[in-house]
């Protein structure tokens, strides 16, 4: 059975402030779990419906009610864990870097985690106005890769100035990306979802790049930043 302080601590763990007070994250769904428990990542407490067999100090067998009480998900999935938020190492320089400037949606963030995996980018340095990493709607979508990147957040205009890489933005107005000669080492910017890559971000951009719209009306404003993501470390990737 659940305790007051249990579940006082759980729906604590939704905001960002009490997630850097109390050092720990949220983590829903078996698959998600049983990846998360392969990792290096340190469990603290283990609420499931299901016994899972692993050490009884961190497992707790809860009814479905108990787990809808203090699941974030409108369909909880069996089990929700809490696991110990990690210290980044430091970023690697010895490959393809992607920098996010200020990406607020948690699906997105979410989504080019899972890329960043798919495609061997080790490193995923984040603006400070970035969604943290660690929110459960972020977690969720990561589905596991999340223990497989690296994920630093930092002053992105200090990073860039000080980084020797060559630095690619994504803009609407830049070279094709189909044609651009692309190195196997350097950094990648994408911008907010609203208004792509802030201005002093910018100015320490080398190479601005694009994604052609092929379509015969040219209509469609944008792409989804994930989606863009994709298309970019795919021609990355593609090249070497």
């Known amino acids: 059975m659940l305790s007051k302080n249990q579940i006082k601590l ?4 939704k905001q960002k402030k009490y997630r850097i007070q109390q050092g720990f994250f949220v983590v829903e769904g078996l698959k998600t779990i049983q990846e998360l428990l392969q990792s290096n990542l340190k469990l603290h407490a283990l609420y499931t419906t299901e016994s899972f067999n692993i050490d009884a100090k961190h497992e707790v067998l809860i009814s479905e009610r108990e787990l809808k009480r203090i699941s974030f998900l409108s369909t909880p999935n069996k089990a929700l864990a809490i696991f110990e ?9 010895n490959g393809l870097i992607v920098a996010l400037d200020a990406i607020r949606d948690p699906g997105n963030l979410g989504t080019i ?17 970035t969604v943290d990493c660690f929110n459960p709607k972020v977690v969720q979508a990561t589905m596991g890769s999340i223990t497989r990147v690296n994920i ?33 080492k350097g950094v990648l910017v994408m911008g907010n979802e609203a208004n792509g890559i802030s201005k002093p971000v910018e100015t320490l951009i080398n190479e601005k790049i694009s994604i052609p719209r092929f379509g015969d009306l040219q209509a469609t404003e944008s792409l989804n930043v994930a989606t863009a993501t994709a298309i970019l470390l795919s021609e990355f990737k593609r090249r070497i």
Request: negative net charge; charged residues 25%.
């Open 152 to 184: 630093n957040y930092v002053d992105l205009v200090d990073f860039l100035k000080e980084t020797d890489l060559p630095v690619f933005g994504a803009f609407m107005d830049g070279e094709t990306i189909y044609t651009k000669q692309l190195p196997e």
């Open 85 to 93: 938020i990690p210290k980044p190492k430091p970023v690697n320089i």
């Open 10 to 13: 759980i729906a604590q763990l």
């Open 113 to 129: 985690i899972r890329l960043c995996d798919w495609f061997g980018i080790k490193d995923l340095v984040c603006s400070k106005e």
